[in-house]
């Protein structure tokens, strides 16, 4: 057993990071993201995918946390590709909104939520693998952005008692595309995105808390009911991931068989349809 290895993360949030004890390693990871030493998990709470039972699904693990201003932040793994991913976000964020929103209660009490979702397989087209959204109001015809304040009041003051803060209660999002990451540390974020894909700590990390996470998710802390659980869900999760990419190819394949039957019926030469569909002469002999 290599004493190194860690268990994945994605079964950590389903398991052992919902202890209040092991709150550090999220503080940690969020720390690293937001870039904010100041960041103090208050709560797990408890949304619809927040479930630990034989019928999960296996592609995806989600966690809602609240921290110590009161914003919740999302926390989702998603194993596979989902269609309309960026649409169940926007519904995720909305729906958690509205959740923690008390009917009657005035709006200046409404949740600021961050989004984050850290990917196993490539989203879109692009060149980074971690991508922050967020809504701004820019001038039409001067380009500059809105700036929108609030009062805040001191605690402890004698004057003034408020000072007058830059607001933002829009959502947030986060994408960490694990795939696009090339194991190259060159910010304290970079050393959690390299446990996620390498589900170990790279040599001379040093961000906050990363220290803990090594030494409560190393994967010798298991017991035998906790690993012959902890297998059977990785085994699960390949063997999803396996089947929709076995889907995937057949429909792949299923099309280049359409296309090659019109290029046949169109008198297109045997040569020009391999090199255009992929299939071999034996396959293309066989629609005739």
Known sequence: ??????????????????????????????????????????????????????????????????????????????????????????????????????????????????????????????????????NEFVGLNTGTKLIVKKQQNLKDSIEPKYKFVETNIFPEYYLITVERYQNIIKKKIDEWIYMFKNNEIAEGSSSKNIAQARQKLSEINMDDQERKIYEKYIINTVRDRDALNTAKEEGDKKARIEVAKNLLLNGVPIEIIVKSTGLNEAEIEKLK
Request: net charge negative.
């Open 1 to 134: 057993m290599n004493s190194n290895k860690l268990i994945r993360f994605d079964w950590a949030m389903k398991t052992i990071l919902r202890d209040k004890a092991n709150f550090d390693i999220l503080e940690g990871f969020l720390s690293a993201l937001l870039e904010d030493d100041e960041i103090k998990v208050l709560n797990i709470l408890e949304s619809e995918s927040n479930q630990n039972s034989e019928i999960d699904k296996y592609n995806r693990v989600d966690l809602l946390i609240e921290d110590k201003d009161k914003r919740k932040i999302y926390i989702e793994i998603q194993n596979t590709r989902e269609t309309d991913y960026l649409q169940s976000l926007l519904y995720a964020t909305s729906k958690i909104i509205v959740d923690h929103q008390k009917l009657g209660d005035d709006f200046r009490n409404i949740s600021k939520v961050i989004s984050i979702s850290i990917m196993y397989f490539n989203l879109g087209i692009g060149d980074d693998y971690i991508y922050h959204g967020t």
